[in-house]
């Protein structure tokens, strides 16, 4: 059953559990074994466990589904760094909501996954530990700053993962690696002992190989939780019963204009050839001008760097050697916002969820590209610069607070993957879910894995 280049879905774990075919202790003597193999070239993992088999799990529907969380999440009793120096020591006395949902119902968690520091940043590019590299060409980043749960993935070393996603950091190194990443509407999934970045931007979802497992995962972790102010009381949603749906008639908007179209040739070509797609399985879509999503990308921006201070002011002020140069520089800019700047921004993102309001009162689905460029060089790349470019297509829906979700959809003449952005209105994971699938089942681009598992 296990092969180092074969990446296994959850259905396939389930099966072969339950038909004998494999024992919880092979499972993960499989996966240890991966990270054993590619972790030290990769830079994927913080901190690695060593996961006992319990034997009243067996039954549970995630029992022995091997998992990773960014090193954000807290851990009871086990190091959580938020890939910060200062924070090396750090031990949490209890779990976070999310990694106590995994817990009960089964999951294997493997170990942290390495991040960009503070989770203020794109590149995964850590001086405190390690630099985390793409599998698909390791000059490259993979895209953060979740990117150690994307590069985990991707390289088969867990089935899935969890991240977090403030202005794109599950969806960048998404499709930078060539996999799925979905950010719920916010409020969906709680956020109590996930160290922040921005209170009001925070969001939590999985990283997974195919969408059927994002489905999944988003089952087991959403649901209202008292202890998160940011939660909100709604029915927890069922993502599974129709996601073999097709779109047929759906009305779907395609995002154009110069904001889309300053992106790299190859992003765009794939980005014509998915709309193909989509026409072909029977949607009507159609194109939007979305030059006000540059607005909100920026007003975005503009409240993560300045939540961020807000929530490290002691030690900015105290101890700004604690931080990194890219990170400090972006604190630093936070700092200096004047109330009447965050309070511009705060405007704008009310007018950002208006006109997303009026969007998706036409259109059932809005389709974009996830990032505009394929995985950047380590060499020469500046991380605030990156965090400028990377983010221009997924911030606005942090700020929106929309579900959106990035799929493969391509790749380019390098050889490196292409992300799809799939966005709903709120609380509509479901049909994000379901168009993502349909379109999965119509292309191949999901199955390509990365050069350095056939090795």
């Not at 009960?104 to 794109?122: F, P, Q, W």
Request: charged share 20%; glycine share 8%; net charge negative.
């Amino acid at each position: 059953m296990f092969r180092s280049n074969k990446l296994l879905s959850i259905k396939e774990i389930r099966t072969a559990l339950s038909s004998g075919k494999t024992s919880i202790d092979e499972i993960n003597e499989h996966y240890i074994c991966q990270i054993a193999k590619y972790n030290p070239e990769l830079n994927s993992f913080i901190t690695i466990l060593y996961p006992q088999e319990k034997g009243n799990d067996q039954g549970k529907p995630l029992f022995g589904i091997p998992m990773a969380l960014k090193d954000l999440f807290e851990t009871e009793g086990i190091t959580t760094t938020a890939g910060a120096e200062f924070l090396r020591n750090n031990i949490p006395q209890k779990d976070a909501t999310v990694v106590r949902k995994l817990k009960e119902v089964g999951a294997s968690i493997l170990g942290k996954t390495n991040m960009h520091e503070i989770a203020l940043g794109v590149t995964n590019i850590n001086n405190h530990y390690g630099n985390c590299l793409n599998p698909w060409d390791t000059k490259r980043i993979p895209g953060g700053s979740s990117g150690g749960s994307a590069v985990a993935v991707a390289a088969g070393m867990c089935v899935a993962a969890l991240g977090s996603d403030t202005g794109g950091s599950i969806r960048i190194p998404a499709s930078l690696c060539g996999i799925v990443g979905l950010k719920p509407t916010f409020g969906r999934v709680s956020l109590n002992g996930v160290i922040p970045l921005s209170w009001n931007l925070d969001h939590v979802g999985p990283l997974t190989n195919n969408v059927r497992d994002a489905a999944i995962i988003l089952e087991f972790i959403a649901g209202y939780d008292s202890l998160d102010p940011a939660s909100i009381e709604i029915h927890p949603g069922e993502f599974i019963s129709h996601l073999e749906d097709g779109v047929e008639d759906w009305k779907i908007a395609y995002a154009v204009g110069d904001y889309i179209e300053d992106s790299q040739f190859d992003v765009l070509s794939a980005m014509n050839s998915t709309i193909k797609v989509f026409k072909k399985m029977g949607a009507k879509v159609e194109k939007i001008e979305v030059a006000w999503l540059r607005e909100a990308a920026l007003a975005n921006g503009i409240m993560t760097t300045a939540d961020a201070a807000a929530y490290h002011h002691d030690r900015l002020i105290s101890f700004p050697q604690d931080f990194g140069e890219d990170v400090l520089h972006r604190l630093k800019t936070g700092f200096d916002y004047t109330s009447s700047e965050y309070s511009k921004a705060r405007r704008v993102q009310t007018d950002v969820k208006r006109k997303f309001k009026l969007l998706f009162n036409d259109y059932d689905l809005l389709l974009l590209p996830a990032t505009p460029c394929t995985a950047p060089l380590i060499e020469g790349s500046d991380a605030v610069e990156q965090a400028r470019k990377l983010t221009r297509f997924t911030a606005p829906f942090n700020l929106a607070g929309l579900p959106a979700l990035s799929l493969p959809c391509g790749f380019t003449s390098e050889g490196l993957p292409v992300g799809l952005q799939i966005v709903g209105p709120e609380w509509s994971e479901a049909k994000v879910l379901n168009a993502a699938r349909a379109y999965e089942r119509s292309t191949i681009w999901h199955e390509q894995i990365p050069q350095i598992l056939n090795r």
